[in-house]
């Protein structure tokens, strides 16, 4: 999957209800969605469930005036939307059971396996290594956009250049990164790696 880069005019066309920038952020949002969720939520429905909702707050954000000031920064606010509704989901579907009803079995455990758990953290560990291996300003450029999340405009004047060539510097990091991350790790790529 080919992660997508958003700006003011992708931002503007959804506020508009241009129907294929619409099809598009619905079509590219629900497969991450998906894949988040699948982890976190057991039944189908409730998969649907949340990402229909996310859906439904993120157009109710992009239609207030105002509402998104940072559109490179949309996936975080999908994002974060998404764990919103999620936490939400997860109390309203333990609010009406009680633990303390004695004989009762446990609830099944949500959320991830604890094999998952210990791929995940490996993952976060061999990613930490293979960002210390790379060249500092590499670094600390995919740490501030990407780990960080920081204004990309702040970036630019913090390494003292235009939009356009921070671009550049963003791509030629991400393939050095690509390209140590897979000699590492061979074909085990999973979704969510820096690439592309």
Known sequence: MQFQSFDAVY???????????????VGYFSELLQLKLRSRLQSPQAIEDVCQETFARVFSVLRKEGGVRQPERLGALVNTVCNHVLFEHYRSASGSE??????????????ANTLEIVA???????????????A??????????????????????????DRDYLRVLLHRAKQEFKTEFVK???????????CE
Do not use: W, Y
């Not at 931002?11 to 952020?25: D, G, I, M, S």
């Not at 976060?124 to 960002?131: A, P």
């Open 11 to 25: 931002v503007e066309n959804l506020r508009a209800c241009e129907p294929q920038t619409q099809e598009h952020f």
């Open 98 to 111: 009680s633990l303390d009803v004695e004989g009762r079995p446990e609830p099944p455990a949500k959320g």
């Open 120 to 134: 995940a953290r490996q993952m976060r560990e061999k990613v930490r290594e293979i960002l210390l291996d790379l």
């Open 136 to 161: 500092p300003r590499d670094r600390s450029l995919l740490k501030a956009v990407f780990l960080d999340e920081r204004d990309r405009d702040e970036v630019c004047r913090e390494l003292g250049v």
């Open 184 to 194: 590492r790790m061979g074909d085990q790529v999973p979704f969510g790696a820096m």
